[in-house]
């Protein structure tokens, strides 16, 4: 049986579209989805993190099922605000942020913005700006996207999204799977392009010194997109966190090796507070 999606109306009125599972009495973690994206990224992710943790997914305005104002473009700081009143909404409290591309520079904005409310945050593919080569990858990607739909982003993105190896193999899945995601079921392509041009600009090097929490920062050594050198500068930047390159991965670990992926997480998790990720709130 399909579960219905549910809705969470935030105090502006703009709807998102959200989903709590996994383990009711477990500590919160959360899962960020990146650009061109929607919460089905983490299906390979839950299943070895459900058993211990109340996990909230969600669509920020422009994703999935989520509204998508015609008004634009949605910064990643509006974003960030607009999970964060999504968490107060549900009553998150002390959550891990988990997070991959857009959804780890929305976690940099929560962890900064709330720096003592937050257990910890694993974040994958975390630049600390959008510079300008960034910019002008993602200016491509929004104009492909307005001139040839999904199918032509999607082979302007896909080379810096994944490994080669994953890519080669899994290419024709992915390629539906992103069709689906962004111009399914007649959806507008207006909230992914708000959501892409979003990014431009943003800029967090001068905030990242204030967060608290714990934080594993992992690249993937075939990243084209965030490559190990620029994420390196975000490690740098704020205290006490860690930095790790993983071999053979490009851009999106959790969907190319999501069972790597959930043992680095759990493992750091363990390893930062003993029985802190399997402690109730």
């Not at 075939?222 to 991965?249: M, N, Y």
Request: glycine share 10%; proline share 8%; with cysteine.
């Amino acid at each position: 049986m399909r579960l219905q999606p549910t809705f969470a109306t935030l105090p502006s009125g703009l709807k998102l579209h959200y989903r709590v599972q996994g383990n009711p009495a477990g500590p919160w973690l959360v899962l960020l989805n990146g650009l061109l994206s929607d919460t089905t990224m983490w299906a390979g992710v839950l299943p070895g993190l459900a058993d211990r943790h109340r996990i909230l997914t969600f669509d920020s305005r422009g994703q999935g099922k989520s509204d998508a104002p015609l008004e634009g473009p949605y910064p990643t700081a509006l974003l960030a605000s607009e999970a964060w009143e999504l968490f107060q909404a549900l009553g998150v409290l002390r959550p891990w942020l988990i997070g991959l591309s857009n959804g780890s520079a929305m976690s940099l904005e929560l962890l900064t913005t709330h720096p003592w409310a937050f257990a910890g945050g694993v974040l994958t593919s975390a630049m600390p700006r959008s510079d300008f080569a960034m910019s002008l990858k993602t200016e491509h990607w929004a104009r492909c996207l307005e001139v040839g739909g999904p199918l032509m982003q999607f082979d302007a993105v896909a080379p810096f999204l994944w490994g080669d190896a994953f890519l080669e193999a899994r290419h024709g899945v992915l390629r539906a799977y992103h069709q689906v995601v962004t111009g399914g079921a007649g959806r507008p392509q207006h909230g992914n392009l708000h959501q892409i041009r979003g990014t431009l600009g943003w800029d967090i090097r001068d905030r990242l010194d204030r967060i608290q929490a714990p934080v594993l920062l992992l690249s993937g050594a075939e990243d084209l997109l965030t490559p190990p050198w620029k994420c390196q500068e975000t490690a740098h930047r704020i205290p006490h966190s860690r930095f790790e390159v993983v071999p053979g991965i490009g851009h999106a670990y959790p969907v190319e090796d999501p069972k790597g992926f959930v043992a680095r997480v759990r493992d750091f998790m363990l390893e930062v507070g003993p029985g802190l990720a399997d402690t109730q709130n």
